[in-house]
């Protein structure tokens, strides 16, 4: 999918279900002591989003492209359960080394789907969203892309997915996992009964000059099934 340009788009709440906040991301390789005019529309923009699902209107289904940490707090800090947010699709939010702390607990309780894609996340990033995970109980479809925490961040969600009776398919995509992982997986597949898929893509170097191996596995109930192995 291919971001829209920068900005907020009003227009999308017409039919109050879906809400599109799209942010550009802050300059690289520019250090001016003072935020870029990107980032402050970023965080101007969130302002907006906040105002928007505090009144409790019926957003349903909300995507964010390319959002910095400071933006996604003044957005989603503190802010009371959006009830009737049902699916959040969040891509390219950079973390800047902070962990999400109990945002995704608070705000999104409600949620059926959510996808991340975050980058530069904090050494807490795998235990929030666990403790997301544990406390939910609505959510039926979790995937994370890029980052978790490598094997033992992975092992930190699996071990709450032990525990929650709601999810129906949980997926790590581009992920640096290692094979062993799996056995976890499965493992934890025995003791929850709800889980019906399982989507891992492991991605790790091949050596100098040979490009990147990705391996896709998907663990699914009651047999496990493995994809193809390619070169990327």
């Known amino acids: 999918m291919q971001p829209p340009a920068p900005g907020f788009y009003p227009a999308d709440l017409q039919g109050q279900k879906t809400s599109t906040l799209a942010t550009g991301p802050p300059r690289r390789g520019i250090n001016t002591g003072t935020r870029t005019q990107e980032f402050l529309s970023g965080e101007a923009d969130a302002a907006v989003l906040r105002r928007m699902l505090s009144t409790k209107r019926p957003v349903r289904e909300l995507t964010i492209f390319c959002i910095s940490m400071a933006a996604f707090k003044v957005a989603f800090d503190k802010l009371e359960e959006c009830l009737n947010l049902k699916n959040a699709y969040f891509f390219d939010v950079d973390f800047e080394g902070e962990d999400i702390g109990t945002t995704l607990s608070v705000a999104f309780q409600s949620l059926h789907t959510l996808e991340l894609r975050c980058i530069n996340t904090g050494p ?24 978790c925490g490598g094997d033992e961040g992975a092992a930190v ?58 391996v896709g596995t998907t663990l699914v109930r009651p047999r496990i099934q493995k994809a193809g192995h390619h070169l990327a």
């Open 124 to 147: 807490g990033f795998a235990k929030d969203v666990a403790d997301y995970i544990r406390q939910n109980k609505s959510l039926k479809d979790l995937q994370l892309l890029d980052s």
């Open 157 to 214: 969600l699996i071990k709450a997915l032990a525990v929650n009776d709601t999810l129906k398919r949980f997926s790590l995509l581009r992920m640096r996992l290692s094979s062993g992982l799996l056995i976890v997986i499965a493992e934890m597949l025995a003791t929850n009964s709800m889980l019906e898929a399982v989507n891992i893509t492991s991605v790790c170097p091949c050596g100098k000059g040979q490009g990147v191996l990705a």
